[in-house]
């Protein structure tokens, strides 16, 4: 993506996230040195980076390491390479086959360690792979909000101690909100967003742990973030007292 110099305060989020082109990187990282506030927000966003990458990431499973290596040891070495003469013609197909034969080493070694993944997902049935693409789509959209050039960041500190973060991007017309340190709700609860649209509390949807959710509803016109305890599987409106109402950043 490319930026002009003006808008060097709102590449933040795309730094963070490694979507600056090479001179513009350069150019941000100087302009860094003399900003003290895009410095913070910089380090902010890759807080916010890692915690997404931790909310979605799938350890791999137990099989795959013991399948890699059996196939390693079963897969017979490359002879040395050696230059044949200049005056030689190379046989037909010889230089087919000296590609080939890395190629069918990586390919086995690949499809040992996708084999013991197979093995995992069939396991684990359809429903994995549609949480794993749902998790995908849920990243991607969190993604386009933290990059969005116009994305604006507020943090606060919930009545609990958790600390929690609201990104908003108004061009995308989407909020995102990450919390961490954030306690149990304890059995037969939740913990619910909510939107402040002048004192009218909309439902934004449900976090149970630290990690970022996308806040449901139109954050468009609202003032507020609004976070309290309710029953599992959440409330219509408000039961409890607000364990936090963060300002939405202009």
């Known amino acids: 993506m490319k930026h002009h110099a003006a808008d060097a305060h709102t590449l933040a989020a795309a730094y963070a996230l490694g979507a600056l082109e090479e001179d513009e990187r350069r150019a941000f990282d100087a302009h860094l040195q003399s900003c003290e506030a895009c410095r913070q927000e910089a380090a902010e966003f890759q807080t916010t980076a890692a915690r997404l990458a931790a909310a979605v990431s799938q350890p791999p499973p137990p099989s795959a390491k013991a399948q890699v290596m059996a196939a390693i040891d079963g897969v017979r070495q490359l002879p040395p390479r050696v230059p044949a003469p200049a005056s030689t013609a190379p046989a037909s197909g010889g230089l087919l086959t000296r590609r080939a034969v890395p190629l069918a080493l990586a390919a086995s070694v690949a499809a040992a360690a996708l084999g013991g993944i197979a093995v995992w997902q069939t396991q684990n049935g359809q429903d994995l792979e549609a949480r794993a693409r749902q998790a995908q789509q849920q990243l991607d959209t ?79 016109g609202a003032g507020a973030v609004g976070l309290t305890l309710e029953p599992a599987g959440g409330s219509p409106q408000p039961t409890t007292d607000p364990l936090l109402l963060m300002i939405l950043p202009a």
């Open 142 to 220: 969190i993604s386009t909000v933290l990059a969005a050039p116009d994305a604006r960041t507020v943090h606060g500190r919930a009545a609990n101690g958790a600390l929690t973060t609201v990104v908003a991007s108004a061009r995308q017309n989407k909020a995102v909100f990450t919390a961490a340190n954030l306690p149990a709700p304890g059995a037969g609860k939740t913990y619910q967003l909510w939107l402040d649209h002048n004192g009218t509390m909309r439902p934004a949807g449900l976090i149970d742990h630290d990690g970022t959710v996308i806040l449901a509803g139109d954050p468009t």
